[in-house]
């Protein structure tokens, strides 16, 4: 039955596509009079979500409502809900103002309510410009013209701000803002998360098509504690009389700031300083943003396809780039003959790397007698073998020594 609230609620909402689960389980609920923020990673079911809320994909399990009913089964849903999941479905050849006529004309409106769409999204005065010759900003606009032609009670917009320049960012701040205080619902999927931080009051965060936050943002912010960050003339002094006050859980920044962990009071932390003596040259609270809790939320969706490349191990021997030489060229082959060094070989003193450019000889290839190759170097304590008459060993002939051979031959 239609209740008439403006309420979307989302119960056990599941959706397979083969053996791959886009959306597994998940459960919110969007209330009327705030701008609610769904947020999660690429690839983590946002986009099948809205689309299954919208009737345009069927749940493999679970529902999901609007005022009570399932989108299909809502009379008229251009006067209850309006969505922007795109902003490319233009004709080309009509202007903005009878883009909008011709929605108006099929949800029964009459054609003064495209002149008042274009108007609340300030594009009154390129009604009649055609819109081939839009920007991206002004077709997002366009868009959310044609979401608000039947004065709907919820909006449903995903990535509204792509395209708009910081001037229509802000203006779809406050328009999204103004839409909730007058007690109707704003359901808004976006990556520009420092956007969103200043829009929303509640968050919807999901990773692997699984619910990880929902609640208020000042809820979310609170479970990560504050520091307050002190620049003072004797840092040390102040440390003696944080850690008597009982605030022990004390870092220094790479600037040589004092950060004071756990959500300490600023004010409690200057009144020590000032009792202690110390002079404060600056303090703030830092809190801890948006960006930084949605990723610590959402880390390791694709854990699996990433390397940390500094815990890497250094190769060894027998694998590519060992000892520090770079990996072989795509399709190398080892020469005929080649074998692997065993583990733990170790490469003999003075060994050096082959020059750039050096290429393996051809099978059989024997280098003439005395040559060096380029830059070569003897290991150390190496000798040069003999040359000429001193690389012939003396040579005895039978019977021993030839001083003596007359003498035993008269005997």
Known sequence: MHDGTGRIVVQGLTKQFGPVTAVQNLDFTVE???VTGFLGPNGSGKTTTLRMLLGLVTPTAGVATINGLRFDDITNPARVVGAVLEAQSFHPTRNARNHLRCYAAAIGLPDSAADRALDQVGLGVAARRGVRGFSLGMRQRLALATALL?????????????????????????????????????????????????????????????????????????TRPSRVLVRADDPNKLVEALRAANLTNLETTPDGTLAVMGGADPRR???????????????????????????????????????????????GPGQPGGFGGPPPPAGYQQPPGYQQPPAGYQPPPGYQQPPPGYQQPPAGYSPPPGYQPPGYQPPPGYQSPPTGDQ????????????SEGNQGGNA
């Open 269 to 315: 932390v200057a009144d020590i300083a000032r009792d202690a003596g110390v002079a404060v040259y600056g303090i703030q609270e830092d809190k801890a943003d948006l960006e930084e809790i949605f990723f610590q939320l959402t880390s390791g969706q694709y854990g699996g396809a990433q390397q940390n490349l500094y815990t890497q191990q250094p190769p």
């Open 32 to 34: 009327p009079g705030s």
């Open 150 to 222: 039947g004065d709907p009670q919820v909006l449903v917009l995903d990535e509204p701000a792509n395209g708009l320049d910081p001037e229509g960012i802000a203006w779809l701040r406050g328009f999204m803002r103004s839409f909730a205080a007058a007690g109707r619902t704003v359901l808004v999927s976006s990556h520009q998360l420092r956007e969103v931080e200043q829009t929303v009051d509640k968050l919807i965060i999901v990773s692997r098509g699984q619910t990880v936050y929902y609640g208020g943002l000042d809820d979310l912010r609170a």
């Open 391 to 402: 690389a012939r060993p003396e040579q005895q002939p039978p019977g021993g020594d030839p």
